[in-house]
């Protein structure tokens, strides 16, 4: 797990910039994969959204990979992030 | 730590959380590891929060909390702190002593929460933050900090501290159009480099500020006035990790008790204040486990107003300071970094 971990860091290290570029992204972590809407234990880089919009209508340089350095990128909806 | 279990439990609590809450005494239900004589059994199960433990036999049946529910265990606690209180609630005015938990403001701002007692060198301070307490970055030393606050009826009279200190939120010069001007760069000269080429690429748009935290102090009027006891959580125990599928809790102005997971770890984010956005680097990222959950004490995390809520695990060890959020996610800064920034230390 914390070797997994240490994957993951590097990883989103290396590609956390580009991912921040992309249109709707607020957001770049470490964290838990979702699997029909439900949290599973298993790690990922999770890169939040405000919304999702379907990869056909998006740009090229938009579009999230599914794995980006042989780990697995997650996907997550999270609205607008506000100060609260 | 199997999120599956957790799932299982969060979805159990969903299910019955609306019939214990109608059960006389209880005021919260949360997940949380079943403690047997003080130890901590390994088994997670449902924390029902009562004001008093009263003998079986005094109850009536439809007020006896089950010892299962669904299969999980239940685990009564008593939550001693709202005894004498018990008419009051997070947005009240607090006297003569306030609790963490509860509505505190800058004089000319709205509300958020106070979160908890922090304490460097023999004096202590009331932690927030800087949006809360410092109306983010306009605040002087010396201006009035008001328990509740203005957005829930706090006046001048209602003066319980003055703000002592904070970490300036840096939104840098250009938050919106290039935040990566910097990196972009740096990644150049690397190419540079490569390329042997002696010249260096230098940004030419200034990189936004890098934020770890959105933390102020205030110095309350006495420290007679303030305690350490978490509303419906206690005294803290001390520092916790914030690890992946951690189940954490906190008390807050708009929203009280509330538990969720901690989902994400080393979190960047943008985060919005009333329209400048703000870059945020490590932060730690709550969430409910199922969209299906709803209700009080079990939807999110945390609303407007929460902020500066002390997040913590369910052995009351801090983990973090909350500051934002969205409908279905809670950000929170690492309570280390917290600390650090301000130089305190918790007050246990």
């Known amino acids: 797990m914390d070797r997994n971990l240490e994957k993951l860091r590097?990883?989103?290290?290396?590609?956390?910039?580009?991912?921040?570029?992309?249109?709707?992204?607020?957001?770049?972590?470490i964290g838990l994969r979702q699997r029909g809407g439900v949290f599973t234990s298993e790690p990922a880089i999770v890169v939040s959204v405000t919304h999702k919009i379907p990869?056909?209508?998006?740009?090229?340089?938009?579009?999230?990979?599914?794995?980006?350095?042989?780990?697995?990128v997650d996907v997550q909806a999270v609205g607008e992030i506000q100060a609260l | 730590m199997d999120a599956q279990l957790i799932v299982q439990a969060m979805q159990i609590k969903s299910d019955y959380v609306d019939r214990l809450l109608d059960k006389r005494n209880v005021i919260g239900v949360g997940i949380g590891y079943k403690f047997s004589q003080g130890v901590n059994t390994g088994a997670l199960g449902l924390v029902v929060s009562v004001r008093r433990k009263e003998p079986s036999s005094a109850l009536s049946a439809?007020?006896?909390?089950?010892?299962?529910?669904?299969?999980?265990?239940t685990d009564v606690l008593e939550t001693g702190v709202l005894r004498a209180f018990d008419d009051l609630g997070p947005r009240d005015r607090w006297r003569p002593v306030v609790f963490p938990g509860v509505s505190v403001g800058y004089y000319s701002s709205t509300a958020g929460t106070f979160g908890c007692l922090v304490r460097r060198a023999d004096e202590f301070f009331m932690l927030s933050n800087n949006h809360v307490l410092a109306d983010v970055n306009q605040g002087r030393p010396g201006d009035a900090i008001l328990q509740p606050g203005p957005s829930d009826g706090g006046l001048a009279d209602d003066q319980i501290a003055t703000l002592a200190d904070y970490v300036p939120i840096d939104f840098g010069t250009e938050p919106a159009e290039c935040p990566f001007a910097e990196y972009s760069a740096k990644m150049l000269n690397v190419v540079a480099r490569a390329l042997g080429s002696k010249h260096q690429l230098r940004a030419?748009?200034?990189?936004?500020?890098?934020?770890?935290?959105?933390?102020?102090l205030a110095r309350p009027a006495s420290p007679d006035v303030v305690s350490n006891e978490i509303l419906y959580i206690g005294a803290p125990t001390g520092v916790g990790e914030a690890g992946l599928g951690v189940p954490v809790q906190k008390t807050g102005r708009t929203t009280g008790h509330t538990q969720g997971v901690i989902t994400q770890i080393d979190a960047t984010l943008r985060i919005d204040y009333n329209g400048t956005s703000a870059l945020f680097e490590g932060q730690i990222v709550a969430g409910v486990l199922s969209g299906a959950l709803s209700g009080a004490l079990s939807g999110a995390l945390s609303r407007p107003g929460d902020s500066g809520s002390a997040v913590l695990d369910m052995e009351k060890r801090v983990v973090g300071l909350l500051f934002a959020g969205s409908d279905v996610v809670t950000i929170i800064n690492p309570i280390d970094e917290v600390l650090s920034a301000l130089h305190v230390t918790l007050a246990i």
């Not at chain 1, 990869?55 to 042989?70: H, Q, Y």
């Not at chain 2, 439809?62 to 265990?73: F, K």
């Not at chain 2, 030419?204 to 102020?216: F, H, I």
């Open chain 1, 10 to 29: 590097m990883v989103k290290a290396v590609h956390e910039a580009a991912l921040m570029s992309k249109a709707n992204v607020v957001s770049v972590a």
């Open chain 2, 204 to 216: 030419t748009k200034q990189t936004p500020g890098r934020n770890l935290v959105d933390a102020a």
């Open chain 1, 55 to 72: 990869r056909s209508e998006l740009s090229p340089e938009d579009v999230i990979p599914n794995t980006l350095g042989g780990v697995p």
């Open chain 2, 62 to 73: 439809a007020d006896m909390v089950p010892s299962r529910l669904d299969g999980v265990q």
